[in-house]
């Protein structure tokens, strides 16, 4: 699209240009010659009249009149003048012009003396090509700001454009929150409109999906786990061999069952392209922050944010808030004091570190290398809880670790967000939609 903008742009300056331009130039040229020979028999007409004047009061006529009507100095041109007096006298005045030249010839009456001015014809003919020059240099300044037209225009009608495409791709890969600015153009901001609203729906219905693959998940381990149990329980307890056969068979089909469960969540994943997209961390944290508070001051204690407003992340955003609310949970649990949420860049490479942190006791020595195995629990718990967590944040490339053991800290590493997808740049967030009204169409919602 900038491509054909630029190309019809400079096509239009170009027919401007022929079309005017090349007239301009040579009647130009053209209006500066007729003033220069305009100026010459002026000129010679003044002389005459000077040198009647002399002859009627018995004045000589001198080389200095004729000198005074040379020029050259005023910015007219410099003449040659030749005079004929009645008695056959000449005089001389300028340089000799050999050569094309402009004459111009004018008889005095009734004394009869002859005046002859003449102009090079290379010095009219230099003072035309100015004219011409100036033609061409307002041509090139019509190019110059033609192509810089061109170029704004171009790049604000391909902007919001290529802005939309990356909406609609995000859009298409399940990423279903772009942010457009109005652009101005209307036909453009109809479409960006649309596609805001289909991704409002599309929202809809995949944060329901999300969240029931997110609560099937959680909801079938605990009592297929229990299930598992009870089996192996039965195996034990049992002193017939028919029956410990019996729950050997049933608890193989149990963990076939729990295979078959994970196998089908990780294939939902893969199949839909992958869910991360650059977030706003500090938004994901205040919505977990809103929801733990009450909690936190029914129990006494305070929780605190400690997130900037420019830190963004790649994750997706249901599976971050489930891995920030089980930590927090945990947290109110198992910890005590202040519960501390916070982030910092980790390394030159641009990856951030979500801590979780708190003042209490801290995790045992005996728990803490388990501490993210399932069934792992200190008896306030599933054991459930903080695999899963980890397991939400390794599928978007991350990685949850217990970084401290006393007090607790868990550490969230997540990749930043690399210039060229940062929401800012890519796809910046704007106000909400609203289109200009256009005379003989209805009114749009925004």
Not at 15 to 20: D, I, S
Not at 49 to 59: D, V
Not at 358 to 382: C, H, N, Y
Not at 398 to 426: N, W, Y
């Amino acid at each position: 699209m900038r491509r054909r903008v630029l190309q019809a742009t400079i096509a239009a300056v170009t027919v401007a240009v022929v079309l005017l331009g090349i007239p301009l130039a040579f009647y130009g040229a053209r209006l500066v010659r007729d003033t220069e020979l305009r100026s010459r028999d002026d000129r010679a007409t003044a002389l005459g009249r000077q040198i009647e004047a002399r002859i009627a009061s018995g004045r000589p006529i001198t080389e200095d009149l004729l000198e005074f009507y040379v020029g050259g100095d005023d910015g007219t041109l410099p003449a040659s003048v030749s005079v004929v007096a009645p008695d056959g006298t000449r005089l001389r005045a300028g340089e000799p012009i050999a050569g094309r030249a402009y004459p111009a010839v004018v008889r005095t009456e009734p004394s009869g003396a002859v005046v002859l001015l003449t102009l090079d014809w290379w010095d009219v003919f230099w003072e035309s090509s100015k004219a011409v020059a100036l033609v061409i240099a307002a041509s090139l300044v019509a190019f110059a700001a033609g192509i810089a037209v061109a170029l704004w225009q171009a790049r604000r009608l391909a902007a919001p454009l290529i802005y939309l495409a990356a909406s609609a791709e995000q859009l298409g890969s399940g990423q279903v929150r772009p942010h457009l600015e109005a652009s101005g153009v209307e036909e453009i901001d109809l479409v960006a409109a649309e596609l805001g609203r289909s991704a409002d729906r599309l929202a809809g219905r995949l944060a329901a999906e999300r969240q029931f693959a997110a609560d099937a998940s959680h909801q079938l381990r605990t009592p297929l786990t229990a299930l598992t149990m009870r089996l192996e329980e039965i195996t034990l307890a049992s002193d017939q061999e028919e029956v410990r056969e019996e729950a050997r068979i049933s608890l193989e089909q149990v963990e076939r069952l729990v295979a078959v469960v994970d196998d089908l969540l990780t294939r939902s994943r893969r199949a839909s392209g992958g869910t991360t997209e650059p977030i706003r961390l500090l938004e994901v944290v205040h919505q977990q922050e809103e929801e733990w508070r009450p909690s936190y001051a029914k129990a006494g204690r305070k929780l605190v944010v400690e997130v900037g407003k420019d830190v963004s992340v790649l994750a997706t955003p249901g599976a971050l808030a489930q891995v920030l609310a089980t930590l927090i949970e945990n947290s109110l649990r198992h910890g005590g004091g202040t519960t501390t949420v916070r982030s910092r860049p980790s390394g030159s490479s641009g990856a951030i570190v979500i801590e979780v942190m708190d003042e209490g006791e801290g995790v045992s020595d005996a728990l803490a290398p388990r501490i993210f195995e399932r069934e792992v629990t200190s008896g306030k718990g599933t054991g459930l809880g903080l695999a899963l967590a980890r397991d939400l944040v390794a599928a978007d490339g991350g990685r949850l670790e217990l970084a401290q053991r006393r007090p607790a800290v868990f550490s969230i590493f997540l990749a930043g967000v690399p210039r060229l997808l940062d929401p800012e740049t890519v796809l910046p967030r704007g106000s909400t939609l609203s289109l200009r009204r256009r005379r003989g169409h209805g009114r749009t919602r925004s």
